[in-house]
């Protein structure tokens, strides 16, 4: 999905991350690794329209399983190195060096790069620079994982770095003595996608290794932030409402695979810079993600027409029914043009082209953000967070596929960790925030006047509307009342329609949130503008980077607030 052209596997990865003890009893492996390959059966036959996918280091003990299982069933693995290979390789004797370097011959390889204030020097040895290597290899599958696969002993043993530990973080965003500040709440643990860990309960080869009691080795639990019920057998519902977004996603990109390569790519199209392949894989994604918004917006815009328009023609019918003798029978297109719009408004709301248009725009925009970030080498202020962290955290648990699509677009990029330069810098500054008349910038400069000319349309029609309906009903009441003239069905009829029409007209720039989109585009038109002067007095690119992040997360906040306006306002009938 990352890469569409080319690519014989366009489904969006489900990502399993691994991580789990080194010390495993020998006698357990063969179980342990039958209930891996259940696990990772079980996903694959469940979920056939994802891509399931490992992310796990290469040491030894219970990374070393999950990539052996996953091999075995033709399981795409990425491995990732908490350090450059000649230092890792350090942690092998001789028999597991030669295993580690068979494993990562053709491979695929992520390396992380040293953690600031670290050097080779200082992790060459045990301590805690090379702790803090571990801590950061972690926290960086932990974050870039759907689901995170533990091998472990359910003991809380407070190594930083240690599984229980990476556990942690999968769930509360914090590691002990890695991360700043103090764990999150709990308050919202009904409310997350991110958390989800698959349990295979495992002993240690040490004394005191038996599984914490009352655990079993070989038990198998999912585990969530859920007080009431952390440990369940099944997978939680909530979880699954989430992955069936990802399918549908991934199944429209599958549908519209060849429209959307024909198309060109926004973020690639005016781009002068060699790109890394992370880069590249943001900006394939967000070619889906637009090119299906579109889709969808044209569809959605299309079927709320036909139901104003249906639902007018309609009412038409019945005003000069009800009023004019002889025109009985146009009960029957009544009906007919009423039954079309219900059909209409039906269609459009069992396909959800009104909410996948939304969660395909605010995914698009992220990884706008996302691409741009990853161009100017952006730094995201923690190192144990993302940008995908963040986002839309606090809203509908349903949008958290869309944290799960950033996941995976980003995960080269936020592997790389690349430094700000002055060329990617100038790319973000021009291409994303512009200036008044291209870019971000450009965009909502031009386009807030023109929703707030539509919003006027629909005012000034209201008005026309009732004024003319106001006038009608005034004059028919001197004609009866002072001319002694009954007044004529057809101008009853009129009457009526005058302020129906402005009825619907007002019903259609209600369901459109003219009013609130015109606030939205000045908003952004403000926040570019007062990026783009600020930029222009920054005197080093780490501002400059410090203004780009302070845009991308104003950005990401508004779209998240817009699509929960929006969601608030679904296609309906015209009663």
């Excluded at 040490?206 to 999912?222: D, H, K, N, Q, Y």
């Excluded at 894989?281 to 139901?307: C, G, K």
Aim: glycine residues 8%.
């Amino acid at each position: 999905m990352t890469e569409l052209r080319g690519d014989c596997d366009a489904r969006v990865p489900l990502v399993i991350g691994a991580v789990g003890h080194r010390d495993l009893v020998e006698g357990e492996i063969a179980g342990l690794s039958e209930r891996v390959r259940d696990f990772l059966e079980t996903l694959q036959r469940k979920y056939p329209h994802l891509r399931v996918t490992v992310l796990t280091s290469v040491a030894d003990g219970a990374d070393r399983l999950v990539a052996n299982v996953a091999g075995s069933l033709g399981v795409p693995i990425t491995y990732v190195l908490p350090m450059p290979s000649d230092l890792f390789e350090r942690d092998f004797d001789a028999e597991s060096l030669r295993q580690y370097r068979q494993i990562l011959g053709g491979s695929n390889v992520l390396t992380l790069p040293l953690v600031d204030g670290n050097t080779p020097d200082d992790v060459t040895h045990s301590g805690a620079a090379r702790d803090m290597q571990y801590a950061q290899l972690g926290a960086f599958i932990a974050a870039h994982c759907h689901i995170l696969l533990a091998l472990w002993d359910g003991n809380e043993d407070g190594l930083s770095g240690g599984t229980a530990a990476i556990i942690r973080f999968h769930q509360d965003d914090y590691m002990p003595g890695r991360s700043d500040g103090a764990p999150r709440s709990r308050l919202d643990d009904t409310d997350d996608e991110s958390d989800l860990v698959y349990h295979v309960v495992c002993s240690r080869d040490r004394e005191g290794g038996a599984p914490i009691a009352p655990l079993r080795v070989g038990e198998t639990w999912w585990l969530s932030r859920n007080e009431r019920m952390p440990r369940t057998v099944e997978m939680p519902e909530r979880y699954e409402v989430v992955l069936r977004r990802m399918i549908e996603f991934s199944e429209d990109a599958k549908r519209r695979r060849q429209s959307i390569e024909e198309t060109p790519n926004e973020l690639l199209a005016a781009n002068d810079v060699t790109l890394s392949g992370g880069d590249r894989a943001i900006a394939q994604m967000f070619a889906v993600a637009d090119y299906l918004a579109i889709f969808y917006s044209r569809l959605t815009l299309t079927a709320l027409r036909l139901v104003c328009g249906f639902a007018l023609v309609a009412l038409l019918f019945f005003l000069v029914f009800s009023n004019l003798p002889g025109f009985e029978q146009l009960i029957y297109p009544y009906l007919a043009f009423m039954a079309t719009s219900i059909a209409v408004w039906w269609i459009a709301r069992r396909a959800d082209w009104q909410r996948r248009y939304l969660d395909y725009r605010v995914l698009a925009e992220a990884l706008r953000v996302q691409f741009y970030w990853a161009v100017a080498g952006v730094d995201r202020p923690k190192l144990s967070r993302f940008g995908h962290d963040v986002f839309l955290k606090r809203h509908d648990l349903e949008l958290g596929w869309i944290r799960n699509i950033l996941r995976v677009s980003g995960l080269r990029d936020d592997a790389a960790a690349s430094r700000p330069t002055e060329a990617g810098i100038a790319i973000a500054v021009r291409d994303w925030v512009g200036d008044e008349t291209s870019g971000q910038w450009g965009y909502y400069r031009r386009r807030w006047p023109e929703k707030r000319r539509d919003h006027r349309i629909t005012e000034m029609l209201g008005h026309v509307s009732l004024g003319a309906g106001l006038a009608l009903a005034a004059w028919l009441a001197f004609a009866q009342f002072w001319l002694g003239r009954q007044p004529s069905a057809e101008l009853i009829a009129l009457m009526g329609l005058l302020p129906l029409f402005a009825a619907i007209r007002q019903v259609y720039a209600h369901r459109r949130a003219e009013q609130e989109l015109i606030n939205q585009f000045q908003f952004m038109d403000r926040i570019f503008s007062n990026a783009r002067r600020q930029l222009a007095r920054a005197t080093s690119s780490t501002e400059r980077c410090r203004i780009l992040f302070e845009l991308g997360d104003a950005a990401m906040r508004e779209h998240g607030q817009w699509i929960m306006r929006l969601r608030e306002r679904p296609i309906s009938t015209v009663s």
